[in-house]
Every structure is written in structure tokens, then in C-alpha cells.
């Protein structure tokens, strides 16, 4: 990766516009709780007004990528129909609808007589959001950017460009009759720009890149501003012994064909050895009828399968109708085959065994552990948050779908009455440490 992509410094140009939108996160930090949610409605309503234009931008962005030939996960991922953006639309009004992240009082304790510590949630500042493909990530991001007091800084694939301008060209409108600085959002559109993004730790708070898994290594590894995100969606979903196989099937099925391009859709089924023959003689019609090319070890090969995996096939994200299958002889095997494999996005399991589930979901050491459930619950919007930036798949918080939340930091705020140390370090004063 670090042969094709150089990392080249900002230039004057770029320095400007990273800088505009600095100054605008201060000014929109500072506003008020109602009228973060009025320039939401605002979005909303441009958004609205534009759609015509949107989507025909998007019909030509993606005749061109057709052309092209990229891969069918981008060309679904790059497809917005109206009714994929009417739900983006309601997706911003949602986001207004939410709790205010901004000035929540986290701590509230008397150190001292007359001193009175306070910490409380502030926006982070500037987000710096790579993204391939996906237009409608570009309302999700900029409406949870505007809600938390922050600026964002988008760069998307150049795929979705003319897509991409015409969604952030309405948003600023809408934040800009609203009486918001429409500066707060900045889409970028130059390969280059992307790149030299890395280098603006001066402006950038937080880098948030989604798409490829090198694309995400190779930003983690040469920038200094903190980065959130997810390399790989490699998720799991794990048939037990116990498992109701009418249940298994229609989950199964729906964690693969809902929306297989999806970083949530299961990539491996792991099926228990005692239940095996009688779930895939039913699950191998249902995959065949839905063009899913199945891919299983020697075990299941042997129940009915025509393909027979390799070691890469259970470390690979398809992002596309194929599905590995590995029969296991029990639960601590399934669980190995996860720790081993798995991204750490969201891991399931099927079974009427409620210790069975418990040992599996707290063992997993993924953002998401599911039982008896798709895992395309995995998101943002089902999760209730409005919308997301997106996965984040470290240990550490934000994880899993990173919605308002994860946009906000904190700061301690110490509040006095002419207050030294000097006084507590001679016994005149002592700390009472009460909270409120």
C-alpha cells in the first residue's frame, strides 16, 4: 500500500478549507441544543428539495462505475434509490430527535469547600470521514456531526462523486438557512486531498475511514491524528446442537442475502457436527435458490456442498453471494474458529440453550454478539442512534456502530474561591471529595 499511495503535505488550498471548517466547529460547538436540531430539519428539507437532482447524479455515477467495471459490492453500495434516500432523510430528522450529547454532566463532586469539580461531554472538533462508495454515508455522517457540535471534513470514493457533491451541496444549504455556518461541512474530491488529509493533525481531531481493509491499514499507519474505524466485517454465525433449524435457517439466510455488500452479513457458518446433516440438507436448496455459492470444509463437502474451502476462505470478506461453512464438533471449537477468524465486527449464535448462548457471547471477543438474531441488526439507525459514522471494532470505546456518542469527548471543569494546593498540603484545608 505505501508503494501505490504517497502521503504528500496539504497544500495551500486544502490548509484553507480545513481551517474554515475549524473556525466553523467552534461557532457550531458553541450553539445552542434547538438550534443544532432546526439546522437537522433544515438538511432535511434541502435534501428533500434536491432529490431529483441527487438521484440523477447518481444514475450517472453510476452508469460511469458500471462502465468501468468495479465490483459488485461498490456498485451496490454506490446505488442510492429513492427510497434509499428518502430513509437517509428521515435517518437526519432522527438524528435531531435525540438526546443532546453536547454539555452532559458526567461528574459532579465537591473537592473542597468552595471547590467544585465538573466534567462534562464537548464535541471532539473537526472529523475527517474517508469513505468508499456509499452516498448515503454522507448524510449519516454530516447530520451526527452537526447534532454532536462538530465539523466534518468528507472525502468519498471518486466513484460517487457527482452523488457525494449534490448531497453536500443541499446539507449546506439547509445549514446555511438555518444560520449555521455552512462551512462546517467540506466534502473533498482529489485522490490527493484524501491522502494529504493525514497530515492536517493541526485541524483533524479524528479520522474516520470506511472501506477496504488496506485502505484502513494504511491510514492507521501513517497519520498522527487518532483514527476510528474497522479493517475487515468478517462476522459468524454459529448453529448449535440446540439450535431451532427453522429459526437457524431464516437467520441465516437473512445475515447473508439481505444485503451481502454489507460489512454485517456473515462471511462463515459455523453448524454443529449433530445437527449438520439435517440443517444443510435443508439450508443448501435455500442458499442454491438465492445464487449463494457455498464453500465448505471436507465435512460439509461431504454432506452435499460442490466447493471446498481454503484457509483464505475463512479469513476473507466476500462482500458478495458466497458463504464458507465449517461443521464444528462443539461449542469451544466454534468459539476457536472465531477467535481465530473473526474481524471482532459481530459474531452470532443459534440455540435454545441459554448457558450455551451466555458462553458464547461472553467469550467472543467481538463489538457485537448476538443470539438467535441477524446479525444485520449490527447498525447504527436499528440500534436506535439516529445514524452512524460508522464500525468501530477496537477494544476500546467507541465500538461497534459509532453513532452520537462516539462524536463527543469530555472535559473536567474546576470551579473556585481563590483555592491553592498549598493550603492542603499544610492541614489548613481537606479535601471533602462529595458528590453531588
Not at 471518486?158 to 466534502?187: H, M, P, R
Not at 440438507?281 to 460439509?300: C, H, Q, T, W, Y
Request: hydrophobic residues 40%.
Amino acid at each position: 500500500m505505501a508503494n501505490i499511495f504517497e502521503v504528500p503535505q496539504p497544500d495551500i488550498d486544502l490548509i484553507k478549507k480545513a481551517d474554515q471548517v475549524r473556525l466553523a466547529s467552534i461557532k457550531i460547538s458553541q450553539n445552542k441544543n434547538k438550534n443544532r436540531i432546526k439546522a437537522l430539519n433544515f438538511m432535511a428539507d434541502y435534501l428533500e428539495k434536491n432529490t431529483n437532482e441527487i438521484l440523477d447524479a447518481n444514475n450517472e455515477d453510476y452508469q460511469r462505475a458500471e462502465k468501468k467495471g468495479i465490483s459488485k459490492a461498490l456498485l451496490s453500495r454506490l446505488k442510492l434509490s429513492k427510497e434509499k434516500l428518502n430513509s437517509g432523510i428521515e435517518g437526519v430528522r432522527k438524528v435531531g430527535e435525540l438526546t443532546d450529547p453536547v454539555n452532559q454532566v458526567q461528574i459532579k463532586r465537591e473537592l473542597s469547600k468552595g471547590l467544585v469539580l465538573e466534567r462534562k461531554t464537548v464535541p471532539i472538533g473537526v472529523l475527517g470521514v474517508i469513505f468508499e462508495s456509499r452516498p448515503d454515508a454522507v448524510m449519516q455522517i454530516s447530520s451526527l456531526a452537526i447534532r454532536s457540535g462538530n465539523g466534518v471534513i468528507l472525502k468519498g470514493g471518486s466513484e460517487a462523486n457527482l452523488t457525494n457533491t449534490a448531497i453536500v451541496n443541499a446539507l449546506k444549504e439547509g445549514l446555511n438557512e438555518s444560520g449555521l455556518d455552512k462551512n462546517a461541512i467540506c466534502l473533498l474530491t482529489s485522490r490527493k486531498d484524501s491522502m494529504s488529509m493525514l497530515n492536517l493533525d493541526k485541524y483533524i481531531n479524528l479520522i474516520i475511514p470506511r472501506g477496504s481493509n488496506e485502505l484502513v491499514k494504511f491510514i492507521q499507519e501513517n497519520t498522527k491524528i487518532p483514527v476510528l474505524g474497522h479493517a475487515d466485517g468478517i462476522c459468524h454465525l454459529y448453529i448449535d446442537i440446540e439450535a431451532n433449524i427453522e429459526m437457524a435457517l431464516s437467520v441465516a439466510l437473512d445475515s447473508k442475502i439481505q444485503y451481502p455488500a454489507a460489512c454485517n452479513a456473515i462471511e462463515t457458518l459455523l453448524v454443529h457436527k449433530d445437527i449438520a446433516p439435517a440443517f444443510l440438507e435443508m439450508a443448501i436448496p435455500l442458499f442454491n435458490s438465492n445464487d449463494v455459492k457455498l464453500i465448505g470444509d471436507k465435512r460439509s463437502v461431504e454432506l452435499g456442498l460442490k466447493y471446498e474451502a481454503s484457509i483464505e476462505d475463512w479469513q476473507t470478506e466476500y462482500l458478495d453471494l458466497i458463504l464458507s461453512i465449517k461443521i464444528v464438533d462443539d461449542l469451544e471449537e466454534a468459539i476457536t474458529h472465531v477467535q481465530k477468524y473473526s474481524s471482532k465486527h459481530t459474531d452470532g449464535i443459534i440455540t435454545e440453550n441459554l448457558g450455551t448462548a451466555n458462553k458464547f457471547m461472553n467469550v467472543v471477543d467481538s463489538a457485537g454478539v448476538f443470539h438467535n438474531c441477524s446479525t444485520r441488526f449490527a447498525d447504527g439507525f436499528r440500534y436506535g442512534f439516529g445514524a452512524e459514522v460508522g464500525i468501530s471494532t477496537q477494544t476500546l470505546p467507541p465500538r461497534g456502530p459509532v453513532g452520537l456518542e462516539g462524536l463527543v469527548t469530555y472535559k473536567y471543569f474546576l470551579k473556585g474561591n481563590g483555592n491553592i494546593v498549598d493550603d492542603f498540603s499544610s492541614g489548613k484545608a481537606i479535601y471533602t471529595h462529595k458528590d453531588f
